[in-house]
T-cell receptor, first 114, second 112 residues
Framework: NAGVMQNPRHLVRRRGQEARLRCSPM?????VYWYRQLPEEGLKFMVY????????ESGMPKERFSAEFPKEGPSILRIQQVVRGDSAAYFC????????????FGPGTRLTVL | SQKIEQNSEALNIQEGKTATLTCNYT??????LQWYRQDPGRGPVFLLL?????KEKRKERLKVTFDTTLKQSLFHITASQPADSATYLC???????????FGGGTRLMVKP
């Protein structure tokens, strides 16, 4: 059973460009979460999605950031007009949605904004 | 305000000894608490989950305790090995809504 997959593993963007991060959950998991880890800081929750629904986006910055989990295909975290402060590791996790709901993390995408 | 605190200083111990890591929280009443391991450049890996009505949980060389009165969890690794060197994160779900809140992690270094 393949784990959570994220791609790309490394992404370099110039200021003002768009970044698209993809996450495929573990087989059988219908819940997806995105977290951000800034250098030398802890993991911070961003958004929680189920298929075609955003359940909670309380951790998402109000502007430039969006997330989706379509009926078919991976979950996408999209950052528009990136700035240097967006440089971080972005982790996706998935869970089966049965309490207590252990989350399984992917390897992360390391975004560098030049 | 709500906080989850882990010792930010690295813990250095000798191989074979028991490592004990602490997680304290304030202004939460979690139904369960989880511990994860994170290696440099990798995603967190789930280790153990302990419920509020469980005092202790074990898995191989790992042991977790959960004291809801003290608002503290202790994570023990017995007979530690250099391969146990990593950052260990505690996490809880404050609102039973599946959004984990993580502590800052404690880096463990086990010297041979």
């Amino acid at each position: 059973n393949a784990g959570v997959m994220q791609n790309p593993r490394h992404l370099v963007r110039r200021r003002g460009q768009e970044a698209r991060l993809r996450c495929s959950p573990m087989k059988g998991h219908s819940h997806v979460y995105w977290y951000r880890q800034l250098p030398e800081e802890g993991l911070k929750f961003m958004v929680y999605l189920q298929k075609e629904n955003i359940i909670d986006e309380s951790g998402m910055p109000k502007e430039r950031f969006s997330a989706e989990f379509p009926k078919e295909g991976p979950s996408i975290l999209r950052i528009q007009q990136v700035v240097r402060g967006d440089s971080a590791a972005y982790f996706c996790a998935s869970s089966p949605g049965v309490a207590p709901d252990t989350q399984y993390f992917g390897p992360g995408t390391r975004l560098t904004v030049l | 305000s709500q906080k989850i605190e882990q010792n930010s200083e690295a813990l250095n111990i000798q191989e074979g000894k028991t490592a004990t890591l602490t997680c304290n929280y304030t202004n939460y009443s979690p139904a369960y608490l989880q511990w994860y391991r994170q290696d440099p450049g990798r995603g967190p890996v789930f280790l153990l989950l302990i419920r509020e009505n469980e005092k202790e949980k074990r898995k191989e060389r790992l042991k977790v305790t959960f004291d809801t009165t003290l608002k503290q969890s202790l994570f023990h690794i017995t007979a530690s090995q250099p391969a146990d060197s990593a950052t260990y994160l505690c996490a809880l779900d404050p609102n039973a809504g599946n959004m984990l809140t993580f502590g800052g992690g404690t880096r463990l270094m086990v010297k041979p």
